[in-house]
């Protein structure tokens, strides 16, 4: 069981920037895949960025690529989400999540979420 909590949303005018941290706790000497996903109203979850056990391989949703940017710190058990250059279709609320298989862009593949952080931006 991993347990998984959010944290760093708020409001933030266009072009500012946050950063997302997400702590992850329980069995985490496992290896485990991360992701970050997001849910604006009425919309679907959304994939945002991704990164593999080692950190070696980060994957990003192309609405993200160039202005996100994902990571982790093992040693913390704390994966990250710098996002720059905020536009208001960011807006969402965030989930981290967690799999244990293999690292994915597909809800599906994700066994542990997170409750969520609201991200606002205005324009």
């Known amino acids: 069981q991993l347990q998984l909590v959010e944290s760093g949303g708020g409001l933030v005018q266009a072009g500012g920037s946050l950063r997302l941290s997400c702590l992850v706790s329980g069995r985490t000497r496992s290896n485990y895949a991360m992701g970050w996903f997001r849910q604006a109203p009425g919309k679907e979850r959304e994939f945002v960025a991704a990164i593999n056990w080692s950190g070696g391989s980060t994957y990003y949703a192309d609405s993200g690529k160039g202005r996100f940017t994902i990571s982790r710190d093992n040693a913390k058990s704390t994966v990250y989400l710098q996002m720059n250059s905020l536009k208001p279709e960011d807006t969402a609320v965030y989930y981290c999540?967690?799999?244990?298989?293999?690292?994915?862009?597909?809800?599906?593949?994700?066994?542990?979420w997170g409750q969520g952080t609201q991200v606002t931006v205005s324009s």
């Open positions: 999540a967690a799999s244990t298989i293999y690292v994915s862009v597909s809800t599906a593949s994700y066994r542990y």
